[in-house]
């Protein structure tokens, strides 16, 4: 199978990006992949597979490979010899800003470039917490209570300690807090006012039990992988994300009811039908006092959630034959036309 993969980007996650794009090199060994990196300035270069390291972009190495830019259907590599298009299926791999908050499939969308990834919509919804949770009520799905405050309107705290303090539009656990007492609310905020003008307030819930599930659609019919347990401490933080983005290995089942897994599966499709087709997205979730709440979103989760699936390139390749598409409207000037006509001109 043929396959591009667009990673980097200009966001707070741009290096996790990179990890990830590492990895599916590993993952989808056998496909004919091609590699994108889109830098911080946005410019997009053609990446040799043989230099698929970290080092080829913290040096800058990158910089001497092919510029790309776009046309309708493809992305194109120009010379004094002609060009080259590569209009294969797009995985746009790209984490945080730029990838999941809807510029590239806006970009994509606008050049009638096929990819597997979040619509802008469904980008939207995912990318920023706040929407998220307006989403969970728009679907009757649980979340978890919250609060939500900006760095122009602090308001006073009505969620009781311990909490948790969130910027309401990144992942990979950047710039999160625990707040066990009021002596560490300002800190906490300071922190996260540092990366998002907008951060959510939630209440730290002790003893909760967190799984992680994910999924695509192929045919009208959602796919799911396994149900993982994360290990964690009090909470994912970056250190421990970042970690996961390089797993390849594919994790154990959660020791959980055939029950509890019916439940988990029935709330994803819920979130993503109608909303996240072409894309394959995690879901994370809080199991409290045996109910079921969704967490987060991870519209394009760290390595695709690779290690959650059991047979990850059979999943790409399903994926990949099930894209939506727009259809593109045909212009044809019938009505200026008929006003001129009208007019005898």
């Known amino acids: 199978m043929k396959l591009t993969i667009l990673f980097g980007g200009a966001s707070f996650e741009?290096?996790?990006?990179?990890?990830?794009?590492?990895t599916l090199k590993e993952k989808l060994s056998g496909f004919d992949l091609n590699f994108i990196f889109c830098d911080n300035d946005h410019t997009f270069y053609l990446i040799d597979p043989s230099k698929m390291k970290?080092?080829?972009?913290?040096k800058g190495a990158h910089k001497k490979m092919p510029v790309l830019t776009l046309e309708n259907g493809s992305f194109v590599q120009k010379s004094m010899f002609g060009s080259t298009k590569y209009n294969d299926v797009v995985l746009n791999l790209i984490h945080g800003g730029d990838g999941e908050d809807g510029t590239i499939a806006a970009l994509l969308d606008?050049?009638?470039i096929k990819y597997i990834g979040?619509?802008?919509?469904?980008?939207?919804?995912?990318?920023?917490?706040?929407?998220?949770k307006w989403l969970c009520e728009a679907k009757s799905i649980r979340s978890v209570d919250y609060q939500m405050l900006t760095s122009d309107d602090v308001k006073d705290i009505t969620i009781k300690y311990p909490l948790i303090v969130k910027p309401a539009t990144l992942g990979s656990?950047?710039?999160?807090s625990i707040v066990k007492e009021e002596s560490e609310l300002d800190y906490a905020l300071d922190s996260a006012f540092e990366y998002d003008k907008n951060v959510i307030i939630e209440p730290f819930l002790e003893g909760v039990k967190e799984y992680n599930l994910a999924g695509y659609m192929a045919d009208d019919k959602i796919h799911f992988s396994i149900v993982e347990e994360p290990q964690k401490e009090e909470f994912l933080d970056f250190e421990k994300k970042y970690m996961d983005f390089s797993r390849s290995e594919q994790v154990l089942k959660a020791d959980i009811s055939d029950e509890l897994v019916r439940r988990l599966k029935s709330t994803f499709e819920k979130a993503y039908r109608g909303m996240f087709e072409?894309?394959?997205?995690?879901?994370?979730?809080?199991?409290?006092?045996?109910?079921?709440?969704?967490?987060?979103?991870n519209p394009i989760p760290g390595s695709m959630a690779n290690y959650l699936f059991e047979d990850f390139k059979s999943s790409i390749e399903a994926l990949s034959s099930s894209l939506p598409h727009s259809k593109r409207v045909k212009v044809t000037y019938e009505y200026i036309h008929s006003i001129s006509s009208a007019k005898g001109k």
């Open 54 to 58: 970290a080092t080829t972009f913290s």
């Open 118 to 132: 979040p619509r802008v919509d469904a980008s939207t919804f995912s990318y920023d917490k706040r929407y998220t």
């Open 14 to 22: 741009h290096e996790i990006s990179i990890v990830s794009a590492i």
């Open 278 to 297: 072409g894309a394959l997205i995690r879901c994370d979730f809080f199991v409290v006092n045996n109910e079921v709440y969704l967490n987060e979103i």
């Open 110 to 112: 606008f050049f009638s």
């Open 173 to 176: 656990s950047i710039g999160v």
